[in-house]
């Protein structure tokens, strides 16, 4: 599939620093939204809780970015198939599988699998971009990966080979090669499209493919909120997770590229682990000192030349 984006003069140089910190902020969004899943994990059906979530999302940012979307509409229409391909990737497939895979794999399959993303993302960047990989990226590679697999086996490498995987597993690595991809095709967006019009460009997309899935898919738990807490949750997902998240990951891979920005990925685990202390009751431990300091070395390999 190809795409010629428009060209428009460039905007005004943001700070360097800027990207890395919407990329740290994504990562803490995400990692929260990996513990809510968890928590209640049987307890919402994912089918819904992804319909209510986006659908809510597409309200708030409708009166928002609506009246933009009609007057860019002959952008939209000229990129037609590449804003439904990113919509049915991220909106209508990525969250909805990652907590329908919450409710049968564990915490730690599920960080384990999630730190193959930046190699996943280099591979398609290699294959669909011919983007090439630099010394100093694949050991950010290779110490990222090391980072994030003592965090998530504590300090244990080899209880990986203990590890029982499960449909949960295989549910999760798809939707990690399905965020991959959209992180690579979203830098072949049509720049003159605000992200904020893109953003709900693609939420328009995705929410009838969520409709039928919910409609068809057989599923236990709460279909509709029950109590306050659950609206609670569902303004939470929808405004921090589906909006703010969405919005800062696409924009970070507009300044910095996928490659770099898929580094970040490996901070997830630290994070999850840190939630985990505050959230669930449990401890820091030395292996997760360690993983952290080799994540922070491979995404400064990886990003400091690129950052210069």
Known sequence: MTVTPDRTPAPAAAPSFLPYAMLLTTMVLWASNVILGR???GVWSPFALSLWRWGLAFLVLLPIAGPALWRHRAVIRQHARLIV??????????NTMLYVALNYTSAINVSLINSTTPIMILLLSRILLGARMSPPVIAGVG???IGAAIIVTRGDIGSVLALQFNIGDLIQTVAVLIWALYSVLIQRHPVKLPPLVLQLAMIAVGLP??????????????????????????????LGVSLGSTLLWNL??????????GFFNYLTPPIVALMSVLILGEHLRPFHGL??????????????????
């Open 209 to 238: 493919l969520l409709c039928v899935i919910f409609l068809v898919m057989p599923s236990s738990g709460a279909q509709l909120p029950q109590q306050w807490s659950d609206v609670a949750l569902l303004i939470y997902l929808a």
């Open 252 to 261: 970070s891979i507009m300044r910095v590229g996928a490659r770099i920005a």
């Open 85 to 94: 391909l990113l919509g049915i990737l991220s909106v209508g497939l990525f």
């Open 143 to 145: 110490l990222g990966l």
């Open 39 to 41: 928590l209640i994990a």
């Open 291 to 308: 993983g952290f300091v080799l994540i922070l070395i491979g995404i400064l390999l990886a990003t400091l030349r690129r950052a210069k």
